[in-house]
């Protein structure tokens, strides 16, 4: 088999857009690439910022794989789309979707058009916190949270559903099941959408559904103790899960059509895509991967427990599954909720008057020059003992130990704290809670090796990947590909595709390697390791303020 006459499509669900990539299997070479916005979302539209409310429209979704994919392959030669052989993609999460019986969301039946309740709630929707908190009260003593790291969060499956559950009772009434994001794509593009055809992937289910093969599927007893409308929507998921080298099924003529493809295109089944990023990243068995954008995911690979021994529990992370990176492997997850998001807070926060008093596009042109200013201000700085100190949890705390309803908070603030000052101490804030992450995964008995980071930030800011150098301790390879999630995702396709037989396989061809390494300035990673004690103090003082 002559692998340079195929072509794979890896697709990449981001918070704002759609990235598709079209890859030559036989080296992982980009032919083409395309990107699209989610119009709704870009308007700002069933959200609500002040109630931590965030959904997005099914067609967003839609609109813009079936535009990617055009510009993708047209950019790859007249002959890139008669060569596609799979299809797999990533995409945020936890982010699903109240459905109907037949699995169609709610959002795109005409009596459910406008509600926000019916949309998928974004992985960063925390709307949830009441119904989180409760089922982690209800948890208190048991083994069902053990695989998820002991805490729910509000980020996720269950909580969301719950609150959706009490706050709207006719989506109540017509939701007869759930889906994320990553099994609802694949669904829609094969006509699998019924409940009963679904393929569910063990990365959405595992890590944020409570699915545990320990379990025999979903804790129904648990989940029905809680809310006896829950019972159904479990019953509708089935047990049974598949991990991101199955196959979700062929694409439809419709979607053939759409995405301009050969009616023999293979669909693989999603996964979350920090999962893939990280095979896209070239990580390897207890290397630790940082996805660094919006927010920050960090996965880390380790083998499964011989037989006869039991699974090591880690405590305050975001779960851990067989096969939710690595086909055989287990796969540990984390993050921060907030991460590049926290820069973006604070320059809207300084564009505040610009978009106050300047015509539209003129304050837009000006705010994107915020950043980069800042950056090779706060460059020229030197982290001091008696210095700002910033926390990290904006959007809250995702690890280690879940607490959506923390804040941020500066201190240390004088007359003389400028705007380049107070955005270094952003910066630092979200290392130290990298570094927070780090350090629960070692105390735990997870093996670290090396830190690999993919993601936009890590070619936009040598301020945050230098800070992030030296607050860790460590080198931090970055992957050439700057891509890595749809790259991974790509992996995958040319693995249901049948062209490689494992995903390791597909990686050890495709993978570009790595061609960026940030490392420590024993220096700085001395004075820091005295401000990261102060961070840690300031987050336990704000922690328990709460209270």
């Known amino acids: 088999m002559n692998l340079g006459d195929h072509v794979v499509l890896g697709a990449d669900f981001g918070t704002d857009s759609v990235r598709v990539l079209a890859l030559d299997p036989a080296n992982g070479a980009v032919l083409g690439q395309g990107v699209r916005n989610y119009p709704r979302w870009k308007k700002g539209l069933y959200c609500d910022p002040l109630k931590n409310q965030f959904r997005q429209h099914p067609l967003d979704y839609l609109e813009a794989l079936e535009g990617a994919t055009k510009e993708a392959l047209k950019a790859s030669g007249p002959e890139a789309s008669s060569k596609v052989r799979g299809l797999s993609l990533d995409t945020t999460g936890s982010t699903p979707v109240f459905a109907d019986g037949n699995g169609v969301p709610l959002s795109l039946l005409p009596a459910f058009a406008e509600d926000p309740d019916a949309m998928f709630l974004l992985w960063k929707d925390h709307t949830a916190i009441a119904e989180a908190e409760a089922i982690n009260h209800a948890a208190a003593g048991g083994k ?18 719950w609150h959706v559950l009490k706050s709207n ?34 990365c959405a289910a595992g890590h944020k559904g409570l699915w545990h093969a320990s379990f025999g599927g979903y804790p129904e007893e648990f989940l029905g103790k809680l809310e006896a409308r829950l019972v159904p929507l479990v019953k509708s998921l089935g047990t049974h899960t598949v991990t991101a080298d199955t196959a979700a099924g062929v694409i439809t003529a419709e979607w053939a059509a759409k995405l301009g493809v050969p009616a023999t295109t293979v669909i693989g089944t999603g996964a979350f895509d920090v999962h893939m990023g990280a095979l896209g990243g070239g990580i390897k068995a207890n290397q630790l991967v940082k996805v660094m954008g919006t927010s920050c995911c960090d996965v880390v690979t380790a083998a499964l427990p011989q037989k006869g021994h039991a699974e090591r529990v880690v405590a305050g992370i975001c779960g851990q599954v067989d096969g939710s990176i690595v086909p055989g492997w287990l796969g540990y997850e984390a993050g921060q909720s907030a991460y590049g998001d926290v820069y973006a807070w604070f320059r809207q926060v300084l564009a505040w008057p610009l978009t106050k ?29 008696e210095h700002t100190l910033a926390l990290d949890w904006l959007n809250g705390r995702r690890t280690p130990d879940a607490d959506q309803s923390l804040v941020g908070a500066v201190t240390g603030l004088t007359l003389g704290t400028d705007a380049p000052r107070l955005y270094r101490a952003l910066v630092e804030a979200t290392a130290y809670g990298s570094r927070a992450i780090l350090e629960r995964f070692e105390a735990q008995g997870v093996q670290v090796d090396s830190v690999i980071a993919i993601g936009g930030i890590t070619r936009k800011s040598k301020l945050v990947m230098q800070v992030l150098a030296d607050v860790l301790g460590r080198s931090i390879r970055v992957g050439a590909s700057d891509q890595a999630c749809a790259l991974g995702a790509g992996m995958f396709a040319a693995t249901v595709a049948g062209l490689y037989p494992t995903v390791e396989a597909a990686q050890a061809k495709m993978f570009p390697g790595f061609d960026l390494t940030f490392t420590p300035d024993p220096k700085m990673a001395k004075v820091y390791d005295g401000l990261y004690k102060k961070y840690l103090a300031l987050g336990a003082f704000v922690a328990s303020a709460k209270h």
């Open 357 to 385: 008093f300047l015509p539209a596009a003129e304050a837009e042109k000006l705010t994107e020059k915020i950043i980069p200013a800042l950056e090779a201000e706060a460059l020229l700085l030197k982290p001091q003992e």
């Open 169 to 202: 009772p006719k989506v109540a009434a017509a939701g007869k099941t759930l889906v994320e994001h990553c099994d609802w794509i694949g669904a829609r593009l094969t006509g699998n959408e019924h409940p009963d055809k679904v393929k569910r992937g063990r």
């Open 144 to 161: 069902v949270l053990d695989f998820v790291g002991g805490i729910y969060s509000s980020e996720w499956l269950w909580a969301k559903a």
